[in-house]
């Protein structure tokens, strides 16, 4: 369903798991790329059981700026449950994804906005990876595991910076695992998804979480459910009908 400006309103939800250096940073380029909308907005940060100084600065950052919120599991339970607090936290009619790494650009957000009319999903693609040899070819060869055993071809299914009508979102069983694969769970539900490019940027903060076993090997049985699922999808056409069923009193 197509979207006005004046009609959309914005949910970003961002998982956070120990990164105290990169918090206020990312505070203040979510507040120069969003402050602008012409529409209303919420960042929603999803502290992922951290165990440095991650909480009280998210506390800290809410007290001071009305339209950030914080969730704080109790302990480590990973990105995809992570993110699924956030989608059935948020409010806005369409809800915009991204790591809090800085290796996304914020400033890229009203870009995907734009692009949300009559779409249901927008997923960003580092056009230019700005990253070492081994992560551009461990990435490389993910994305190309993933969609020859999914049957997909998004480009870059590494990539967290996408949009997505919220409604979709919410109704889209997850799964430890499933964000690597969201846009292909909405199309299975008949979502339109296109692919745009975005910036990206060298992590010059924190520690990466992600190494090469756990972005080729680690979401292999999660593949081999996807081409499962895709495989068993009922796809049927009604021809007519008739009858009302109903009994009248």
Same mark, same amino acid.
């Given at each position: 369903?197509?979207?006005?400006?004046?009609?959309?309103?914005?949910?970003?939800? &961002?998982?956070?798991?120990?990164?105290?250096?990169?918090? !206020?940073?990312?505070?203040?380029?979510?507040?120069?790329?969003?402050?602008?909308?012409?529409?209303?907005?919420? &960042?929603?940060?999803?502290?992922?059981?951290?165990?440095?100084?991650?909480?009280?600065?998210?506390?800290? &950052?809410?007290?001071?700026?009305?339209?950030?919120?914080?969730?704080?599991?109790?302990?480590?339970?990973?990105?995809?449950?992570?993110?699924?607090?956030?989608?059935?936290?948020?409010?806005?009619?369409?809800?915009? !994804?991204?790591?809090?790494?800085?290796?996304?650009?914020?400033?890229?957000?009203?870009?995907?906005?734009?692009?949300?009319?009559?779409?249901?999903?927008?997923?960003?693609?580092?056009?230019?990876?700005?990253?070492?040899?081994?992560?551009?070819?461990?990435?490389?060869?993910?994305?190309?595991?993933?969609?020859?055993?999914?049957?997909?071809?998004?480009?870059?299914?590494?990539?967290?910076?996408?949009?997505?009508?919220?409604?979709?979102?919410?109704?889209?069983?997850?799964?430890?695992?499933?964000?690597?694969?969201?846009?292909?769970?909405?199309?299975?539900?008949?979502?339109?998804?296109?692919?745009?490019?975005?910036?990206?940027?060298?992590?010059?903060?924190?520690?990466?979480?992600?190494?090469?076993?756990?972005?080729?090997?680690?979401?292999?049985?999660?593949?081999?459910?996807?081409?499962?699922?895709?495989?068993r999808l009922l796809n049927y056409k009604i021809d007519s009908s008739s009858g009302t069923g109903l009994s009248e009193k």
């Amino acid at each position: 369903m197509e979207q006005t400006k004046e009609e959309m309103t914005v949910s970003v939800v &961002i998982p956070i798991y120990n990164e105290e250096e990169c918090v !206020t940073h990312l505070k203040e380029q979510l507040m120069n790329a969003l402050s602008g909308l012409k529409y209303k907005y919420e &960042i929603i940060l999803i502290n992922d059981g951290s165990n440095d100084k991650t909480q009280e600065m998210l506390d800290a &950052i809410c007290e001071e700026v009305k339209e950030f919120r914080a969730i704080h599991f109790a302990e480590n339970c990973g990105q995809s449950a992570a993110m699924t607090a956030g989608f059935m936290a948020a409010r806005g009619t369409v809800t915009v !994804t991204l790591d809090a790494d800085l290796q996304n650009d914020p400033a890229d957000i009203p870009m995907l906005l734009e692009k949300m009319n009559g779409v249901d999903c927008v997923c960003g693609w580092r056009e230019k990876r700005d990253d070492t040899f081994i992560r551009r070819k461990s990435s490389q060869i993910a994305n190309g595991i993933r969609n020859w055993l999914s049957g997909e071809t998004i480009r870059d299914t590494g990539c967290s910076l996408k949009a997505y009508r919220t409604e979709l979102l919410q109704k889209i069983y997850m799964f430890r695992g499933g964000h690597r694969f969201l846009p292909t769970l909405l199309k299975m539900e008949g979502a339109t998804v296109i692919e745009v490019p975005v910036k990206h940027h060298p992590r010059t903060l924190g520690n990466s979480k992600y190494g090469i076993l756990n972005r080729v090997f680690c979401s292999f049985h999660d593949l081999l459910g996807i081409r499962w699922m895709k495989s068993r999808l009922l796809n049927y056409k009604i021809d007519s009908s008739s009858g009302t069923g109903l009994s009248e009193k």
